[in-house]
C-alpha cells in the first residue's frame, strides 16, 4: 500500500515554456502532498505543502507564481514550472501523508526536469 | 546552524560489515524521527519512523533516537551490495527538515 506515482518521470522543454508534473497518490486519499526539489549530492529542499482543496503554502523563497500548485483532489497534486528556464532544471518529487500521522510520507519516484 | 546535520559520506563497507550512519539535530520539539533510503535518481523510501526516544527494529534495519542528546542513528546488520543508496535521516515537529544525505556503499 501507500503508493505514489509521478508523472512524467523525465522531461526536457525548452527555456520559457511551460511544464506540468502530476502527483498521484494511488491507493490512499492524501490529505496533504508536498513538492521538493533535490539538485545533485543535496538534500531535498521543501518547496510547498499543499492541502486538498486549499492554496498551496510555498516555502520562504520559492515564487508561488513560477511553481504553481494545484491539489484538486484528495489523490492528484500538480505542479507547473512555468516559464523554465535552465537553472529550474532538477529533481523534482512529491509526497503525500494521510494526515494520520504527521511524520509518514509516501514519495514519488520523481520527475527530472531539464530545461535547454 | 542547520536544523539537521548528516555527514554525507561517502561510506564504503564490506559486505557483511554493521553499518552506522548518524545525524544529530538542534530543535528539542522535534518529535518524529524518519529514514529514507533513496536510490540512484528515484525518490525516497521510508525505512523507519520513530517517536521519541529509545529504538526500533525492523529485520537487519535498528533506527535509534536519543533526545537528550539530539542524535539519531540507522544501525544495518549484515550489510548488502542491494543496501548501495543514500540514506537521509529526517525530523518533523510542524515542519519536515531533511539531513543532506549519507552516501553507502556496500562491496561485495
Known amino acids: 500500500g501507500a503508493v505514489v506515482s509521478q508523472h512524467p518521470s523525465w522531461v526536457i522543454c525548452k527555456s520559457g515554456t511551460s511544464v506540468k508534473i502530476e502527483c498521484r497518490s494511488l491507493?490512499?486519499?492524501?490529505?496533504?502532498m508536498f513538492w521538493y526539489r533535490q539538485f545533485p549530492k543535496q538534500s531535498l529542499m521543501l518547496m510547498a505543502t499543499?492541502?486538498?482543496?486549499?492554496?498551496?503554502?510555498?516555502e520562504q523563497g520559492v515564487e508561488k507564481d513560477k511553481f504553481l500548485i494545484n491539489h484538486a483532489s484528495l489523490t492528484l497534486s500538480t505542479l507547473t514550472v512555468t516559464s523554465a528556464h535552465p537553472e529550474d532544471s532538477s529533481f523534482y518529487i512529491c509526497?503525500?501523508?494521510?494526515?494520520?500521522?504527521?511524520?509518514?510520507?509516501?514519495f514519488g519516484p520523481g520527475t527530472r526536469l531539464t530545461v535547454t | 546552524q542547520k536544523e539537521v546535520e548528516q555527514d554525507p559520506g561517502p561510506l564504503s563497507v564490506p559486505e557483511g560489515a554493521i553499518v552506522s550512519l548518524n545525524c544529530t539535530y538542534s530543535?528539542?520539539?522535534?518529535?518524529?524521527f524518519m529514514w529514507y533510503r533513496q536510490y540512484s535518481r528515484k525518490g525516497p523510501e521510508l525505512l523507519m519512523y520513530?517517536?521519541?526516544?529509545g529504538n526500533k527494529e525492523d529485520g537487519r534495519f535498528t533506527a535509534q533516537v536519543d533526545k537528550s542528546s539530539k542524535y539519531i542513528s540507522l544501525f544495518i546488520r549484515d550489510s548488502q551490495p542491494s543496501d548501495s543508496a543514500t540514506y537521509l535521516c529526517?525530523?518533523?515537529?510542524?515542519?519536515?527538515?531533511f539531513g543532506t544525505g549519507t552516501s553507502l556503499t556496500v562491496i561485495p
Open positions: 530543535n528539542s520539539a522535534f518529535q518524529y
Open positions: 491507493d490512499f486519499q492524501a490529505t496533504t
Open positions: 529526517a525530523c518533523t515537529g510542524n515542519q519536515f527538515y
Open positions: 509526497s503525500a501523508t494521510t494526515g494520520l500521522t504527521y511524520g509518514e510520507q509516501y
Open positions: 520513530t517517536y521519541s526516544s
Open positions: 499543499s492541502n486538498e482543496g486549499s492554496k498551496a503554502t510555498y
